[in-house]
Each structure stands twice: as structure tokens, then as C-alpha cells.
């Protein structure tokens, strides 16, 4: 055989591999139609009442009342609207496999995946199964349960998707306007005092002697938005011992009326604070720092020699 014969046959032998390849990849369909990918604009148009996030280790559950809610706790604010969001501007792009052999490696097996059910009227409209992520942390491979095409989504439902259940909680402690508070009470095991505002600034009550204006401040600036950065799991908060609380923080605003009222406890491992707004079950965390910033003796909050207030 001569040699530009070898070079013909070995070209044809080559383009035939890769044949065979994509039609390996496409599931061996034949010439059957792409399919329309579908439409997630719509379901975000749905009066929604609940979307359920499912994975093999952990399930999200996300319902719509008053106000969201996620697991049966407090959902953040912008919950409803964050999911709208989401499934408005997801985008569906290339198909990338029609062959179920290829839905473990991709990642949208219903136990290697995270099924995403949107459910309207009490009845599941979509549910999609969102698996390996791609470039990013918005880009993953998806497909629709019950059907074996998979495509590629970009977009922020891919994130929230992968959102732990305390990611969707409630993390606003207590939101202050500084400007309104009038009074501050503080008590700890050993030592209670109170500030009060009037019209030269912030003095000790009863006793009248002045208080730093910039560290009170200080403390109003965090109670503006104070946050957690987590919750306390529920074998701790059945464990934990609220009395004595390790401190006590009572604001009040106009006409003395009650503006907040934030309990603090030590963690054990001295890194942070157990906090929870009185009469209120849920437990939230916060930093050693943010604690710190809060929890001022009044040795630390009396004005300096020279008058400052």
C-alpha cells in the first residue's frame, strides 16, 4: 500500500471515530430533533408557594405564607424575591448529552444531584435536576427530572441551589435607628448601669455623671445591623443555660417605649456569643469581636477627664 493510500485510509478511520463519538455523547438518536429546552421564565411567573431543594444528604424546604420560610424557621427578607430572580434569569445554553449513561457523570442523578421542585397551587410545576458545577459558581449541568436530555444552566439559581438551610435563615438580630434610641440598659452578673440621652448628650442614670458619646455611639452603630454569622444547632440551644445570661442589653426609644432586648451568653470556647432577642426561642451567633463591641462596662463608657461626651 502505497503511502498516500495509508494517509487516506487513516483519515477516513479517524473521521469515523469521531462519528461514533458524538453519537456516543448524544445518546445514538440518530437525527431526532433537539429538543426545546425548558422554559424557567415561566415557572417564575407561577404564584409560587413552595420550592423544595433535595439532595442525598441534606433538604432545603422554602414556603411561602405571611413571609418565607425555610425548614419551618424564618427565612430572610429577600427570600421570595431572590428565588424570582433566579429562575427569571436562568438561561438554559448548549445541550451537552442525550444518553442517560451520562447522568452520573454529570452529576444529575437524583442522588449525585440537587433536585430543584417548584411547586405552585400545591401541585410540583418543574423539577430540575442541577448537578456538577461548570465555571464559577453559577454555571452547572441540569437536566429536567424524567427526561434524559442535559444542558448546561448559568445563572444564580445554580448557587442557591447549593445554599445550606442556615444560608437562607434570617440573620438580622436587630435593626436600630441610632437616632431614636433614648436609653440603654446594661446588666451583667456583677454590675447594671443605664445611659440615658438628653440635650448636652449621654449621661449615667441615675447618678447624671456624662458618658463617652463616641463609644455609645460605637455600640448604636452595631445594634444598627447587627447580624449573625450563624445559628446555634438545636442539641446546643436544648443545652444551653440562659440564667444568668452572661449580659443584657435593653434599648428603648421614643417615650421610653421598648426598642430591643438582646441576651447574651459566652460561648464555652471563648470564641463568640450565643445571642437571642428575649422571649424568643431562636439562637443565633456572633463573633467574639462584634461582641466585644457591644459589651461595655461603665468604667469603659465614662467620659474622659477632660469633658468629653
Known amino acids: 500500500m502505497s503511502d498516500r493510500s495509508l494517509k487516506i485510509l487513516v483519515g477516513v478511520l479517524a473521521a469515523l471515530v469521531v462519528a461514533w463519538a458524538a453519537v456516543r455523547l448524544l445518546g445514538g438518536r440518530g437525527a431526532a430533533p433537539e429538543p ?44 421570595g424575591e431572590s ?4 429562575l427569571e434569569g436562568a438561561r438554559i445554553e448548549q445541550l451537552v448529552s442525550r444518553n442517560p449513561e451520562n447522568h452520573m457523570r454529570l452529576g444529575v442523578t437524583r442522588t449525585a ?46 448557587s442557591l441551589a447549593n445554599r445550606a438551610v442556615d444560608d437562607w435563615r434570617d440573620k438580622d438580630i436587630v435593626l436600630v435607628n441610632r437616632d431614636v434610641v433614648g436609653r440603654v440598659a446594661f446588666t451583667y452578673p456583677d454590675e447594671s448601669f443605664t445611659l440615658v440621652r438628653d440635650s448636652t448628650g449621654w449621661r449615667f442614670e ?25 445559628f446555634a444547632a438545636d442539641s446546643v440551644t436544648e443545652a444551653l443555660v440562659w440564667e ?5 442589653v435593653q434599648l428603648f426609644g421614643p417615650g421610653d417605649a421598648p426598642y430591643g432586648d438582646i441576651v447574651f451568653l459566652e460561648r464555652a470556647d471563648d470564641v463568640g456569643y450565643y445571642v437571642r432577642r ?9 463573633s467574639s469581636y462584634t461582641g466585644d463591641q457591644i459589651l461595655k462596662r461603665a468604667a469603659d463608657l465614662a467620659a474622659v477627664a477632660d469633658g468629653a461626651n
Open 36 to 79: 426545546v429546552p425548558f422554559d424557567l421564565e415561566s415557572a417564575a411567573a407561577l404564584d409560587i408557594d413552595s420550592i423544595v431543594i433535595a439532595a442525598a444528604d441534606d433538604t432545603v424546604r422554602l414556603r411561602a405564607s405571611d413571609g418565607w420560610t425555610v425548614n419551618g424557621h424564618e427565612a430572610a427578607l429577600e427570600t
Open 83 to 86: 428565588l424570582r430572580r433566579a
Open 113 to 158: 444531584g440537587r433536585r430543584v421542585t417548584v411547586y405552585a397551587g400545591g401541585t410540583a410545576e418543574l423539577s430540575l435536576i442541577i448537578g456538577q458545577g461548570r465555571r464559577g459558581f453559577d454555571q452547572a449541568y441540569v437536566r429536567r427530572e424524567g427526561d434524559d436530555e442535559v444542558y448546561t444552566l448559568e445563572g444564580s439559581l445554580v
Open 206 to 230: 441615675p447618678e447624671g455623671g456624662a458618658a463617652n458619646a463616641a463609644q455609645v455611639d460605637g455600640i448604636l452603630m452595631v445594634f444598627a445591623s447587627l447580624r449573625a454569622i450563624g
Open 244 to 248: 444568668p445570661p452572661s449580659a443584657r
Open 278 to 286: 428575649a422571649g424568643s426561642p431562636v439562637v443565633y451567633e456572633i
